[in-house]
């Protein structure tokens, strides 16, 4: 999960509470839907896993992996809109782990949101490859030899990629799921190109859904969706608009971000 995105803000998305355990903090998502403890600084939320969580096609009943799931905001926030899944997710960062773990008993999820420790380049022998339905991530935005600002170092873990590669966690993803199962990933627009390289030949129905800051900027995030051995063309969507012209949210990322509105796809 990566924090060079926007932060969630006071349009009711997040808010702070205050001051946990002397480094964390206790923060509202989707209107107060779901509760995060969080650091209080290096490491914090922002909107992208709120919106990958959205973009995931999940019914009840079906089990769902979450690679790279940080603290949880992405597992909790797919909860919260559909509650009768059962999500795993997998975490390099042991302290993130315990984390994760804390903020699902913190919403009752407890028995519906386990977070495991695993590196994707050697998946722990507990999570079955073909197992999961739906498989979610937010991979690391910068490629391994990117420099990260000093201000960002402490989350350079996050945000830039370690050993694996991008490549890595779609194949990771994609030996997990199983067949006509669906990956949804969010991820850097301008390597959007390294994303349908890795799902080539093996993914179908790709969807591509861009997230337009607004007036004339162009998209910094995709959302990119694909089910596993299935045939069927690649779609570019409208995408979603963030911010209205005079700033904060649209009304369509708000129902996301407040409401925990599904994002077709």
């Known amino acids: ?24 903090s206790e923060d509202a998502l989707l209107g107060g839907r ?15 896993p709120v919106f990958l969580a959205a973009a995931v ?5 079906e089990v769902v992996l979450d690679l790279g ?13 559909q509650p009768d899944l059962q999500v795993t997710g997998l975490e390099v960062d042991a302290s993130l782990v315990r984390l994760a773990g804390d903020n699902a008993r913190l919403n009752g999820l407890a028995g519906r949101f386990l977070p495991v420790t695993g590196d994707v380049l050697k998946m722990p022998p507990r999570l079955a490859p073909g197992s999961f339905h739906h498989v979610m991530c937010n991979p690391p935005y910068l490629p391994s030899a990117a420099s990260v600002p000093p201000f960002r170092e ?6 830039r990629e370690g050993v694996a590669r991008l490549s890595d966690w779609v194949a990771a993803a994609l030996a997990m799921l199983r067949s006509k199962g669906s990956l949804t990933l969010v991820h850097r627009a301008d390597r959007l190109d390294e994303v349908l390289a890795a ?6 129905e790709i969807a591509v859904s861009p997230l337009w800051p607004g007036g004339d900027k162009p998209a910094k995030r995709v959302l ?12 570019l969507c409208s995408g979603m608009v963030l911010h209205q012209p005079g700033g904060g949210f649209t009304a369509a990322a708000d129902a996301i971000l407040r409401d925990a509105v599904a994002l077709e796809m």
């Open 69 to 81: 799931c940080g603290g949880g905001v992405a597992a909790l926030c797919l909860l919260a809109r």
């Open 154 to 159: 402490s989350r350079g873990t996050a945000m």
């Open 224 to 235: 990119v969706r694909g089910r596993k051995a299935v045939t069927g063309p690649t779609r």
């Open 199 to 204: 799902l080539s030949g093996q993914v179908g």
């Open 34 to 48: 779901v509760r995060l403890r969080q650091p209080v600084s290096g490491f914090r939320a922002a909107i992208d």
């Open 57 to 61: 096609p999940a019914e009840p009943g």
């Open 1 to 24: 999960m990566n924090s060079d995105a926007p932060r969630l803000v006071s349009s009711g998305a997040a808010r702070r509470v205050e001051p946990a355990d002397g480094e964390l």
